[in-house]
């Protein structure tokens, strides 16, 4: 298994700023992924990050309000951009395994106000 | 377009009351149907993932199953320690790369 470790847990942000999350895993991987999970809400994927190449967006979400850098195969960051309330949300970060098996962080709780 | 459903929305069953819960799903080139454990809080916790119709995997209390169409997580004289939220996904090939999505889950809770 992969043990992925996120930063900030939680953070309380001002409206109109920016954050950027970090997550760290312990091992070398090729695939990470980002999603969000709204209040009471499942998880939707907001990109797909590759080492070496630009992440890929899904529907609905576009690089200038998430960028994601992926620098190596064991790091990569989410910028969560001019934050409005509606951006409040868990944001994971997480893995495949070499598996197949998907894995994921502990999430970083952001509220915006 | 791909498509997950779980039902029930919400579970409350008494301790040692077995119960089972349903995932149904429509997807173009299923690479695994996965079930995760999330508790208030927390990311998700992995728990199984299925391949074929057919296949069964257990893990304690907990037993999975794979249709074609649908996947059930039954749970056998369940404890007040497996409520949590139960999430089913299916990785899906989409673009040219796998990706999860993710039904709305089932919250259980298991009183004493």
């Known amino acids: 298994s992969a043990v992925i470790s996120q930063k900030p847990s939680r953070d309380i942000c001002q409206r109109g700023t920016s954050l950027t999350i970090q997550c760290q895993v312990d091992?070398?991987?090729?695939?990470m992924f980002w999603y969000r999970q709204q209040p009471g809400q499942s998880l939707t994927l907001i990109a797909t990050?590759?080492?070496?190449?630009?992440?890929?967006?899904e529907s609905g979400f576009v690089i200038d309000k998430f960028p994601i850098s992926r620098p190596n195969l064991t790091f990569s960051t989410l910028t969560v951009s001019n934050m409005s309330p509606e951006d409040s949300s868990i944001y994971l970060c997480s893995v495949a395994s070499s598996g197949n098996t998907i894995y994921f962080g502990e999430g970083s709780w952001l509220t915006v106000v | 377009e791909d498509q997950v459903t779980q039902s029930p929305e919400a579970l409350r069953l008494q301790e040692g009351e077995s119960s089972s819960l349903n995932c149904s799903y429509t997807v173009s080139g299923l690479r695994g149907l996965f079930w995760y454990r999330q508790d208030p809080g927390k990311g998700p916790e992995f728990l199984f993932t299925l391949y074929s119709a057919g296949e069964e995997k257990e893990k304690e209390r907990l037993k999975a199953t794979l249709t074609k169409k649908e996947s059930f997580l039954h749970i056998t004289a369940p404890k007040p320690e497996d409520s949590a939220t139960y999430l089913c996904?299916?990785?899906?090939?989409?673009?040219?790369?796998?990706?999860?999505?993710f039904g709305a889950g089932t919250r259980l809770a298991v009183h004493p």
């Open positions: 990050a590759n080492q070496g190449s630009e992440a890929t967006y």
């Open positions: 091992s070398q991987v090729t695939m």
């Open positions: 996904a299916v990785n899906a090939r989409s673009g040219g790369y796998n990706k999860l999505i």
